[in-house]
């Protein structure tokens, strides 16, 4: 059973705690994955005890704002309680998230859209369904702005980018840590000359993954990656097809499997099932 720590005692409510566990988590990884794994387990304590509150009968002299604000502070006293006790489910997430890490130990830092999607799935579904929605609220904007620029459905512009960096959980990362905003997997070329990320990772070849290091891009912000995956649609011969054809969303993920995009054979309809998951989150 999960020993509460210093940061897991209370909840990752303030910027102060956050800044704590991502520092925990460059010293002592095995001992942050446990710090976030408990807090997880008290807010899902938390929506337990919400949802059976909601569902009691509030009518009556002690229904009021003040009263419910004190319930509601009653109520995640004892859903961290209850998880610095332990309900299991923060045992089971470390050990879960913990085979997930000896897998990346073996296989290497970056993983393809599909092997990341699939660990994404493997999560508690209220903790993914909060991760793909954070996700999409976030960078729906850029979506959309790349979409008026290029004419391609704003949902198979974010769908890739959630395909290929796991929602975000598995983003490029610069030599020194830094975040390289590359959330398309847009590679670096003869012809790129900003930074670079350099990355293991796995590309297929007659239809059999290959391990190999490969060179991204690397962007100073959302707004610039979205920006260049705009641009790398519009400019490259390659997508001009996909680009004038003007079909559905799906149609549209299988024209540019095609035009030679990835090199995983069904990559299109993994975006294909991204897609239906934003659709249904929007």
Known sequence: MIAPTGISAGLAASAQSLDQLRAQARDSPDQALKA??????????????KSMREATPQEGAFDSEQTRMFTGMLDQQLAQSMA???????????????????????NGPLQ??????????????????NLQQDFVRRLMPYADQASRETGVPASLILGQAA?????GQREILLPDGGNSFNLFGIKAG?????????VRTTEYRDGAPVKQTENFRAYGSYAEAFGDYARLLSDNP????????????????????????????DYAGKLVRVMRIINALT
């Open 36 to 49: 976030a794994a408990q807090q997880f387990e008290a807010v899902f304590m938390g929506l337990v005890l």
């Open 190 to 198: 003869c012809n790129w000359n900003g930074k670079v990320a350099h």
């Open 163 to 167: 395909l290929e960096s796991g929602w």
């Open 112 to 129: 393809t859209g599909a092997m990341q999607l699939r660990r994404a799935d493997a999560l508690p579904a209220a903790y993914r369904e």
């Open 84 to 106: 610095n006790r332990g309900v299991g489910l923060a045992d089971l997430m470390v050990k879960q998230l913990s085979r997930s890490r000896e897998r990346d130990a073996a």
């Open 238 to 265: 390659r997508y001009a097809q996909m680009l004038q054809e003007g079909q559905t969303a799906s149609g549209a993920a299988y024209a540019l499997q095609r035009a030679g995009y990835a090199t995983d054979p």
